[in-house]
């Protein structure tokens, strides 16, 4: 007897047509919205200029000049990265301290539900550090670049702010996240809160937040070279200006430089993270 | 020895921060002095009033919608292009092919996305195609990743039934192996999608459309006012996006 074709067979045909049918509809005015369409990549004119930027990528710049350009660019992004980091810990740490229900009084007696008030005052905290998180790094360093001028002090600024809404938050939930018992009872005792959270919290908790710190200043360096495309210097603005000028080897030589830059900082930040395990 | 070892550590930390402020030589305390703080407190003042005249409202929605469509053409089309070289690279094709599509992966991946929109702004000219493929090359190195470890994770013994009983290379993929995985391909498609929502409103940037272009270009002719609503307009599609996501993973994750 005949095998009968595999899609004959198939029971889930009509449905998976149906759905297919529904995304292709759904998705339709998305793809005049996007104005997508993958032949401008191969027009002979784009496929000319492209060919010519690419294809000057190798050799990558390596003279004298534009070395000294690069060890400059480099060294800002990482400076921009590590200072940034600070500034948004002088801010996130208070604010964390602020909004985290670790150290709540009331909770004490009240089975560890901070008393309703005391949460309200806990909000305004927490909606700035969501107000500081939810607009992109580089919407701040936009603004930035007009309010304080082009070069890494706007990125500085930007780091700073997005991340000390981040780390704020993640820092109160690791606060809270943690054993409350010692807490409590030396709040019960009646030590003061900061000696609490010293005694307390800290030691249990120092592991987690110094991991998170870490990851946080790696996500900082892929920040900052990116961030300066909108004119907070670093790597970002030379490789904006280097496209601009299509000179094709020396974005080649900045990607290099990047990647190197994002596997170096990985790997520091790995090996930081091993040593506090 | 550990704690001499954390203590160079902590100082190591400690210099860098210090290098790093004196290598910037960031004028802080002129940044926070009264003159410059009155300053920008003046542009921020310029941004309380923003434009919320229909006829900007109305080309918000559509910068908004052009958005959601470079995110999620860009993401569809590097489901469809991070399958096709995961097949490779999960070692379906031996082991050159393996490398090769890994090395593919790698870099695509790790160029930013706005780096890739740099690029495509220049391959493919201003406007939301090169957002949308820029968004769509990097993606594809991401999912291309953790489509060929679900493949490789998944069990084989479904395919090669199909094989054994004489069923096509094709067949046994499409009836074997993909409706194991197809569940965990869906969930990391849809993660990534949310990503580039909030990567697509910022693109623009650079020239790739969306909301990102229209906050550039209304900073760049001093109009606050409208750059505010563009702010405001891209708060509200991250948060509305981070509602949704969070209610159908609640809903999914419960079921």
């Known amino acids: 007897m005949n095998p009968p074709s595999a899609v004959a067979r198939d029971p889930a045909a009509l449905p998976r047509l149906l759905l297919t049918l529904l995304a292709l509809a759904l998705l339709w005015p998305g793809l005049a919205l996007s104005e997508l369409n993958l032949a401008v990549l191969w027009q002979a004119d784009n496929l000319a200029t492209m060919g010519k930027f690419v294809g000057a990528f190798w050799p990558p710049a390596h003279d004298a000049d534009f070395l000294d350009l690069l060890l400059t660019a480099t060294l800002q992004t990482l400076a921009m990265a590590t200072a940034g980091m600070a500034l948004a810990l002088l801010i996130a740490v208070p604010a964390a301290l602020l909004a985290s229900r670790a150290l709540s009084l009331s909770a004490l007696t009240r089975a560890g539900r901070p008393a309703p008030w005391a949460q309200a005052l806990r909000w305004p905290v927490r909606g700035l550090l969501i107000v500081l998180r939810s607009v992109p790094e580089i919407v701040w360093a936009l603004l930035f670049v007009r309010a304080v001028g082009l070069g890494p002090t706007a990125g500085v600024l930007a780091i700073a702010i997005t991340y000390s809404g981040m780390l704020g938050k993640v820092y109160a939930e690791i606060f809270e996240s943690v054993d409350q018992k010692p807490t409590r009872a030396l709040l019960l005792a009646g030590s003061g809160r900061l000696a609490a959270f010293c005694y307390g919290t800290l030691p249990n908790a120092a592991g987690e937040l110094l991991s998170y710190t870490v990851y946080r200043w790696e996500c900082a360096i892929r920040a900052s070279v990116v961030m300066g495309f909108v004119g907070a210097g670093g790597l970002g603005q030379q490789m904006d200006l280097s496209m601009r000028m299509f000179a094709g080897n020396e974005v080649a030589s900045l990607l290099l430089t990047f990647l190197a830059l994002v596997l170096l900082a990985d790997a520091l930040s790995r090996l930081l993270r091993g040593r506090l395990q | ?255």
Not at chain 2, 24 to 52: E, I, K
């Open chain 2, 1 to 255: 020895m550990k704690r001499l070892l954390d203590l160079g550590l902590l100082l190591a930390v400690v210099a860098g921060v210090v290098a790093a402020f004196a290598y910037l030589q960031l004028d802080l305390a002129g940044l926070f002095s009264a003159d410059s703080l009155r300053q920008m407190g003046q542009y921020a003042v310029r941004f309380l009033q923003p434009d919320l005249s229909s006829a900007y409202l109305a080309s918000i929605a559509r910068g908004a919608l052009e958005t959601l469509a470079m995110s999620a053409l860009g993401t569809l089309l590097a489901a469809l292009a991070g399958l096709l070289i995961a097949l490779p690279a999960a070692g379906r094709f031996g082991r050159a092919a393996e490398a090769l599509a890994r090395l593919l992966l790698n870099a695509l991946r790790a160029v930013p996305e706005l780096v890739w929109a740099a690029l495509m702004v220049l391959a493919a000219g201003l406007g939301p195609n090169a957002g949308t493929l820029a968004l769509a090359l990097h993606t594809a190195g991401v999912l291309g990743r953790l489509f060929a470890e679900a493949l490789e994770n998944t069990p084989p013994e479904p395919a090669q039934a199909i094989r054994l009983a004489g069923g096509s290379r094709l067949t046994a993929f499409l009836y074997g192996t993909l409706p194991g995985v197809l569940p965990q391909l869906l969930a990391y498609s849809l993660y990534r999608w949310e990503n580039n929502i909030r990567m697509a409103s910022v693109l623009g940037f650079v020239g790739a459309g969306g909301l990102g272009q229209m906050l550039y270009v209304s900073l760049s002719l001093f109009q606050e006012a409208q750059a505010a609503t563009v702010i405001l307009a891209m708060l509200a599609l991250v948060l509305l996006v981070d509602i949704c996501s969070s209610q159908l993973r609640q809903r999914w994750l419960k079921a």
